[in-house]
């Protein structure tokens, strides 16, 4: 499939997945809001496509607010269509201990954050797409629990998208 | 993996289901606004011939009930002794007047808005109950043998179920008025066995275009008409004539001479008609007194030339088929012609245009009868003559040449009198044109629509004007079942987003959905903010229709969203009602 530019100009929708911009392990927060904001922290520091840092976080948190961003018990896809973005970014974080992100989703380990360009709709839902599939499949969710490194992690993402 | 139990679970997988098989349905037969319009024109017609058929079979049970005889009118009028053949027409009108005036009160308030006002100068309305009375009041001007026609009341009946279907499916102003147009094509369809007459007679004569857009609807409703007819009756082609040939080109000489007869008559025809209905009402009589003095003269003729009654159709039979003498047939045209100037100037409700095609039968065959005594070689059978005057009379008549040149060949299937019967249609519409400039049908329309404020045409000249009220709309919020659901009971390609003031914020597009339609498990998480797209294109209400169909040019939609300055979206705008409103707004200058 032809993936327009809104993936970054070297990286592909798999290769994007198995390399996000960001990724944190055992990352220490208490709520699903405080990771909203360390994960959007991390992403604005690692990449320069984030142009308008409050606006991102504020579309994030915004959206969040409106209807539930968990696609299971444990993982969270909080996201947003933001101007703010020049490309789909991507932070992928896993949490030391379970946190509420609301009431009917209160053990997330696995957090993806999406921010996506405006006009990149049907990017934004084939990335999404591909996030659901794979986190779908319990093995996939155990071994990222499990992952002892980053680079396993990246490395059990990859692996996920080839089954 | 666990089986899924949660009902919501399960409903969502459902709704998915079913929008996949929606979306495969759409791909593989791509129905466009123009499939579905041809889809209702079918309705229209199937219905509009039931219509039709039921209409011709109670005018044919009180004919029945009134004259105790099944016989056709002219043979049961025959039948009854003298003082009954005079009172029959006048109960006739009598009870029509009954219904009429009791009618008033069920119908108040409601216009006597007939199909061709309707679809010319109104929004496509065709009032139900008024044209109901007026139907019922037909039923009896037409059983006790009034001379009238059957066929305007089929038609408006026809037009009638139209305006019903489309009010009830809220169609715009120009769909309504074509579906109208569809529902009357159907109703001449089946009246007269017709079909491309039956299309061609709405556009020409009421549409005043025969632009694909509104022909290939009619077309569908006339032929689903006479496929219904067809199938429910044995009835062929109207008027079985026997063989007739051209010997020698010069046979065309004398029809040139017919064309001129029919276009002076048929003026004369109209205006006398006119000119009856002035003295009806000059009489100040009351409406049911009226009718029943209408009937009465009716009677009157009727005593001696029973011919006079009905709609004229058995005596054109026998005219085509020479079983009528000369003499005898001069005397029927002349008393004929008193006798629709009194049914249809005393107010009797029914049609006209079947006693025209009998003013051209009888003027046509008396006119072939003298050329053939003075050069028999030139006119070697009047029958063909009384064919040749039936569609040069209708042409004069209704100022539509190319309707009556094809109502002609398909009420007789005698393609032998084709090149006849087109120079004298021709010959007598421009003879008639030239007399007056009034045709059969812009007489009532023209007064109308002086009563009409706003001119004689419906003018659409805004988008406010054209679109659509109360489009289905989404919340920003809106869970991908809801938008799954919406999507399956709306049959749009778009759903509109507004939020809580009810300001558009953009359109969630089925086409970007669409791959995704299998994974139940984004449904859970993708809400219409997520997908929707606020660059859609939006048309203002002020705008004009050209600025409107420049914004479908840059854009492949059906439908475009209304927003207003404040950014409340107001409607939606359907590129065919669009396109039928410039083809309408072409045709007139």
């Keep these: 499939m032809l993936m327009s530019n809104y993936f970054s100009s070297v990286m592909s929708l798999p290769e994007l997945i198995a390399s996000p911009d960001a990724l944190v392990l055992d990352l220490k927060v208490a709520s699903g809001e405080e990771a909203i904001r360390a994960l959007h922290q991390r992403l604005r520091s690692a990449t320069p496509d984030v142009k308008n840092a409050e606006q991102f976080l504020q579309d994030l948190l915004d959206r969040a607010a409106l209807a539930s961003v968990c696609i299971a018990d444990d993982v969270a896809l909080p996201h947003a269509r933001t101007p703010a973005v020049d490309r789909i970014v991507l932070a992928v974080a896993r949490t030391a201990a379970p946190v509420a992100f609301d009431s009917e989703h209160p053990g997330v380990r696995l957090v993806f954050l999406v921010g996506t360009p405006k006009a990149a709709v049907s990017e934004y839902l084939q990335l999404v797409a591909a996030l659901s599939r794979l986190l779908k499949n319990p093995g996939t969710r155990a071994a990222l629990l499990t992952a002892p490194t980053e680079d396993e992690f990246r490395a059990v993402l990859a692996r996920a998208q080839k089954r | ?589």
Excluded at chain 2, 38 to 45: D, E, Q, S, T
Excluded at chain 2, 129 to 140: C, D
Excluded at chain 2, 284 to 307: D, F, H, Q, S, Y
């Design chain 2, 1 to 589: 993996m666990k089986a899924v139990t949660d009902p919501a679970k399960l409903l969502l997988e459902r709704l998915l289901r079913l929008l996949r098989w929606r979306v495969w349905i759409q791909e593989k037969l791509q129905p466009t606004e123009w499939q579905i319009t041809l889809l209702w024109a079918a309705l229209v017609g199937g219905l509009g011939a039931l219509v039709s058929l039921i209409f011709k079979g109670l005018a044919e049970g009180v004919h029945d009930v009134l004259t105790g005889s099944g016989a056709g009118v002219v043979e049961s009028m025959r039948q009854l002794p003298w003082w009954g053949v005079l009172a029959l027409p006048a109960a006739g009108g009598l009870l029509a007047g009954f219904v009429l005036l009791l009618g008033r009160r069920i119908a108040r308030g409601q216009s006597s808005t007939d199909y061709m006002e309707a679809i010319v100068i109104g929004s496509g309305h065709v009032p139900i109950r008024s044209s109901l009375v007026k139907s019922a009041a037909a039923l009896f001007s037409i059983g006790s043998g009034g001379s009238i026609g059957r066929e305007g009341p089929m038609v408006q009946l026809s037009a009638v179920i139209a305006s019903f279907l489309g009010r009830w499916r809220q169609f715009t102003p120009p769909q309504l008025r074509l579906l109208v147009a569809c529902g009357a094509a159907a109703g001449i369809a089946s009246a007269y066995n017709a079909p491309i007459a039956g299309s061609f007679f709405v556009a020409e004569i009421i549409l005043g275009t025969i632009a694909m857009e509104s022909l290939g609807p009619l077309a569908v409703s006339a032929v689903v008409a006479a496929l219904t007819v067809r199938g429910l009756t044995s009835e062929a082609q109207l008027y079985k004539v026997p063989a007739f040939k051209l010997n020698s080109a010069w046979e065309m000489l004398p029809y040139i001479g017919l064309g001129l007869i029919a276009g002076v008559a048929a003026p004369w025809f109209l205006r006398s008609l006119k000119a009856a209905e002035n003295f009806f009402v000059a009489t100040k009589l009351p409406l049911i007194a009226r009718l029943t003095l209408g009937g009465l003269i009716v009677g009157a003729l009727a005593i001696k030339v029973p011919e006079v009654c009905g709609n004229g159709y058995s005596v054109v039979v026998d005219i085509l088929n020479g079983h009528v003498a000369w003499l005898a047939l001069a005397v029927i045209f002349a008393c004929k012609w008193l006798a629709t100037a009194a049914s249809f100037g005393s107010g009797a409700p029914g049609g006209v245009f079947t006693p025209s095609l009998f003013m051209g039968a009888s003027a046509g065959f008396l006119f072939g009868t003298g050329v053939h005594a003075i050069w028999p070689a030139g006119a070697a059978n009047p029958g063909a003559f009384a064919l040749v005057g039936m569609g040069a009379f209708l042409s004069a008549a209704s100022h539509a040449p190319v309707m009556a040149v094809i109502m002609l060949f398909e009420m007789t299937l005698s393609y032998d009198i084709i090149l006849p019967l087109m120079l004298c249609s021709v010959v007598a519409y421009y003879t008639a044109k030239g007399f007056e400039d009034r045709s059969l049908y812009s007489e009532a329309l023209k007064r109308k629509a002086a009563e009409t404020p706003g001119g004689l045409a419906f003018e659409v000249g805004s988008v406010a004007e054209l679109m659509k009220s109360k489009p289905p709309t989404l919340r920003a919020g809106a869970r991908f079942a809801e938008i799954a659901e919406l999507f399956l009971s709306m049959r749009v390609n778009n759903l509109y987003v507004t939020d809580g003031e009810g300001r558009f914020l953009g359109a969630v597009s089925l086409h970007d959905i669409k791959p995704y339609l299998g994974e139940a498990g984004l449904a859970e998480l993708v809400i219409a903010k997520d997908i929707l797209r606020e660059d859609f294109p939006r048309v203002a209400p002020d705008a004009s229709l050209s600025d409107a169909l420049g914004g479908f040019l840059n854009f492949e939609a059906e439908r475009l969203p209304v927003v207003a300055r404040d950014g409340t979206l107001l409607g939606s705008l359907a590129k065919g009602d669009l396109l039928l409103a410039l083809v309408e707004r072409r045709k007139k200058p």
